[in-house]
């Protein structure tokens, strides 16, 4: 659409010829917004190979719940480790607290029954156990590139049965970038 005029016959329109005189039409859609919430906690995980959140959002499409993946309260993140290899117990798997946990851990409400979850990676079978006890019934994902590990066929088996749905999110924007100068922006004067 071209650019509306103002009184004075001049275009309206930012930096970026965008039209200042119309809605919006490329805002963030709901669920990409909630996964980028995700996204955008999971930059908060001290994890040095797979940095991953979680967003509980109730059916008024408020967020309840945000998470990250990262070390049990009070357990200093410098004193466990976090490699991948090795014995057991010198790695981060026994550990670390999964984002879905923690995203159901620290909810702002008194329950998330009926509620979805937006995780960056498919949820692991003890998260799972975790979704379908607190009443989670809907899990929208990034990505499932474990999908052939024993925990994700387990965590499957697990949703199946107790009826909790899962599909891949599939983002209407593949990038959203943060922009801190943007609100630095000067529009053209108003008439
Ligand atoms: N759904 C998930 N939520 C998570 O928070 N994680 C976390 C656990 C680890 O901290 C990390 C996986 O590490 P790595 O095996 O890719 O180096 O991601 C992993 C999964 C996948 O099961
Ligand atoms: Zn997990």
């Avoid at 103002?6 to 859609?29: A, I, V």
């Avoid at 937006?118 to 009443?135: D, H, M, R, T, W």
């Avoid at 107790?162 to 004067?189: M, T």
Wanted: net charge neutral; proline share 4%; with cysteine.
């Amino acid at each position: 659409m071209a650019n509306a005029n103002n009184s004075n016959g001049q275009e309206q329109t930012n930096g970026n010829n965008k039209d200042l005189n119309t809605k919006r039409e490329d805002y963030l859609e709901w669920k990409d917004y909630f996964m980028s919430v995700a996204f955008l906690s999971a930059q908060r995980s001290k994890d040095p190979s797979t940095q991953v959140g979680a967003c509980i959002v109730n059916d008024e499409n408020k967020i309840v719940g945000i998470g990250y993946n990262g070390m049990p309260n009070g357990c200093h993140d410098d004193e466990l480790p976090w490699s991948r290899t090795g014995d057991w117990l010198d790695t981060k798997y026994p550990y670390v607290c999964h984002a879905e946990m923690n995203a159901i851990m620290n909810k702002n409400c008194s329950s998330v029954s009926g509620c979805r979850i937006f995780v960056a990676l498919f949820p692991c079978n003890e998260c799972a156990k975790l979704i379908i006890q607190s009443g989670i019934k809907e899990v929208f994902y990034m990505s499932d590139k474990h999908k052939d590990r024993d925990y994700m066929i387990a965590s499957r088996k697990l949703l199946d049965l107790a009826g909790v749905k899962y599909q891949q999110h599939i983002p209407k924007q593949r990038k959203i970038v943060i922009d801190f100068d943007s609100i630095n922006e000067r529009h053209p004067k108003k008439p």
